[in-house]
């Protein structure tokens, strides 16, 4: 399921970018911060599992 959605987000990105509508550099700050906010829900998965 993530998968997916995962590749569905990423062609609307490229989408968006071919159409001129999304920036380049636009892009460039998004994508660090989808890598933080990943990270960081793995983080408090792994967390919440140890907890229990």
Known sequence: MFFGLLLVALGVIFLL???H??????WG???PVLVIILGLS???KKNKK???
């Open 21 to 26: 509508i999304l920036s380049a550099a636009t």
């Open 50 to 52: 140890w907890m229990e």
């Open 29 to 31: 700050l998004i994508w």
């Open 42 to 44: 793995m983080v408090l």
């Open 17 to 19: 970018q071919n159409l």
